[in-house]
């Protein structure tokens, strides 16, 4: 008898819910109309609270109420009907603030289709990402601000799209948007076009319409237990699904406000966030582990002191893996400014599931299972052995509002209680699939049960239910297959940067190559460049070796370590372990100081063998005589 199937309420509802204040979550059809009766209701109340960054230290709050969001989205879709988008895809490319607030609900109000974009800068990898978004939705209209226009259409044009409409949308923003009317917009319209991180593939857009987001609203609402009540507070990217779903979109539709601060001011100085969590009343909000951790990390005892995190009922936790003694040592470093560890609050989500899917249970503590480690790299939740290496999952709550089943992702057949296999969920979240590819909207989100059930969409994420609880232990297309044991990728990162203090704080990615006909491990990480000289380096590479060896019993012949800032991340910060590879293969990440066994060597280095590497790189600083792990320069 395959494991258990399990059919969550239906996420989209016609009787509205209700807030504590009595009045109407949405009865709407479509998010256009959620905002307009905002604006009825809510007119003068704060939508959104940005913190700009004070030069010489701290912030400095812009309001925007919900009557200034509606007028401005008025008059912005009167400017848009007049260039033809209705119905058309419209790239969003704003600094974070409330600019892009209002472009977004201009979209809406237009009847547009809004793609929220991160600006195209100088970055190589931002560069590249927000041209393949041009290319995808063969937009002949883009919005941005007047102080980012010159640039964009300087973009434009260099992009070869010197004809694609460059409109600045804080110009005759306060013109009267009495010509407006509401647009034709239906349940199954597209809201918009949400962009994946692309953490193992290229960016692809997520097609999510009105009826998906507000199903998702409602989902959010019951996992979260949120009401008009709560304030959200985040500094997440507002192109980011997390960011803008949960953290700008929620809120608007529970008639509350969001508090927002840009991601660099949060990177910069972690303890911003933290402080407006007590100047704001913030309730909920939250952002990935790594945040985590740098708040740990980079907040200090007298910066503790002042601090007040006591209003803080959920600290979400999610999109990427979740660690344990991230939550520990978060819970433990803050307890002091008032943070209760009960709102600690790991949940799991994708962009193609619009966003929530399941959640941990408001005011309980987050819940995790140790198991064996041996056990889980076949597949299976097996209770710890005595002295025997073991692994602590963390839960990300029940799945409610799904249809959850847990899958052999070869076979297609559900796999029996307790055993590890691909997520897939149904239910009226799921997003349309994705924008000019059918082909792999069909394999996505048209999935087939070996039983007969269809219109699953295939997460792409390893995980495993434990009674009503799923847990998420990895990515399908980054695991690691060695010997016939499974290795998540995670788990050896973890283990490098925890328990090697001169990596501690960096980033690192691990994945496989074949070479010498066989897989072999490649641990690349960051290091830190205090310790970049030749004999500090080969001890360190001797080290990780030695580490993962011991930890993982697999080898690792092969150590890259690069300087920081090599390794490329998505959005929200999570390892590009897929495009890193790729690179890795083409030579195109090269290492401080680096061990690679003959085969691989010969692989990713074929010139440096023919040619010899003191040829290649003239400056090469040369090992000791005698010295066989690797290559300094």
């Not at 939705?137 to 941005?144: D, K, S």
């Not at 259409?153 to 948007?177: I, K």
């Not at 199903?215 to 009540?229: H, P, Q």
Request: charged letters at 25%; hydrophobic letters at 40%; one cysteine or more.
């Amino acid at each position: 008898m395959p494991g258990r199937w399990r059919e969550g309420r239906r996420a989209f509802r016609c009787c509205p819910g209700r807030g504590r204040r009595g009045q109407t979550l949405t009865g709407s059809a479509t998010f256009t109309d959620v905002l307009r009766e905002r604006a009825a209701h809510l007119s003068g109340r704060d939508a959104l609270v940005f913190l700009h960054e004070r030069p010489g230290g701290g912030t400095e709050a812009e309001h925007l109420t919900y009557g200034e969001l509606d007028r401005a989205a008025r008059s912005l879709a009167v400017r848009l009907r007049e260039h033809g988008a209705q119905g058309q895809p419209v790239p969003l490319l704003y600094p974070p603030g409330p600019g892009f607030l209002k472009a977004f609900a201009g979209c809406l109000y237009a009847g547009a289709i809004a793609v929220p974009a991160p600006l195209p800068g100088d970055r190589g990898e931002r560069l590249q990402r927000v041209s393949g978004i041009l290319r995808d939705t063969g937009a002949q209209l883009v919005l941005t601000d007047s102080a980012h226009a010159p640039d964009v259409s300087l973009w434009l044009a260099m992009a070869g799209r010197g004809e694609t409409v460059c409109l600045a949308t804080d110009v005759d923003e306060a013109a009267a948007a009495d010509p407006w009317q509401p647009p034709a917009t239906g349940p199954d319209d597209l809201a918009f076009l949400q962009y994946t991180s692309g953490s193992t593939s290229q960016p692809r857009g997520v097609m999510v319409s009105h009826r998906n987001l507000i199903a998702n609203m409602e989902a959010m609402r019951r996992v979260l237990g949120s009401t008009a009540d709560d304030v959200f507070g985040s500094w997440l990217p507002h192109y980011h699904d997390m960011g803008l779903i949960c953290h700008l979109l929620h809120p608007l539709w529970l008639g509350t406000r969001a508090v927002q601060m840009a991601p660099h001011s949060f990177i910069k100085r972690p303890v911003r966030w933290l402080r407006s969590i007590g100047e704001y009343g913030v309730t909920i909000g939250g952002g990935p582990n790594f945040s985590y951790d740098l708040c740990v990390r980079r907040t200090t005892d007298e910066q503790l002191a002042g601090l007040d995190l006591s209003s803080w009922r959920l600290a979400i936790n999610g999109a990427e893996p979740v660690r344990p003694t991230t939550l520990e040592a978060f819970a433990d470093r803050f307890a002091p400014a008032g943070l209760r560890r009960e709102a600690l609050y790991p949940a799991y989500g994708l962009a193609e599931a619009t966003l929530v899917v399941s959640g941990g249970r408001p005011g309980e503590p987050f819940r995790t299972r140790t198991v064996d480690a041996a056990g889980l790299e076949y597949d299976e939740l097996r209770p710890p052995r005595p002295g025997q290496p073991v692994r602590t999952l963390v839960g990300s709550g029940a799945v409610r509002d799904f249809a959850v089943r847990i899958v052999d992702p070869v076979t297609g057949g559900e796999v029996p209680d307790g055993r590890v296999g691909e997520i897939w969920v149904r239910g009226d979240s799921v997003a349309q699939g994705y924008w000019r590819r059918p082909a792999e909207t069909a394999r996505t989100f048209h999935a087939v049960v070996d039983d007969g059930e269809s219109d699953f969409l295939r997460t792409g994420d390893l995980g495993v239910l434990d009674g009503d609880e799923l847990y998420v232990t990895g990515r399908l297309k980054e695991l690691i297959i060695l010997g016939g044991r499974n290795i998540y990728p995670q788990d050896v990162e973890w283990a490098v940067r925890e328990r090697e203090p001169a990596l501690a704080g960096a980033h690192g990615a691990v994945f496989t190559v074949e070479a010498g006909n066989r897989e072999q491990l490649v641990v690349v990480h960051e290091v830190r460049t205090e310790t970049a000289d030749w004999d500090r380096l080969r001890e360190l590479a001797r080290r990780v070796q030695i580490l993962v060896g011991q930890d993982f019993d697999v080898p690792a012949g092969n150590v890259v370590l690069v300087r920081p800032g090599t390794l490329r991340r998505t959005t929200s910060g999570k390892i590009q372990r897929t495009l890193i590879r790729r690179l890795f293969l083409e030579g195109g990440v090269v290492g401080s100081y680096e061990v690679l066994d003959p085969a691989v060597r010969a692989l990713v280095r074929p010139r440096h063998e023919l040619l010899g590497e003191d040829l290649l790189r003239p400056s090469v600083h040369l090992p000791p005589a005698g010295a066989d792990l690797g290559t300094a320069w």
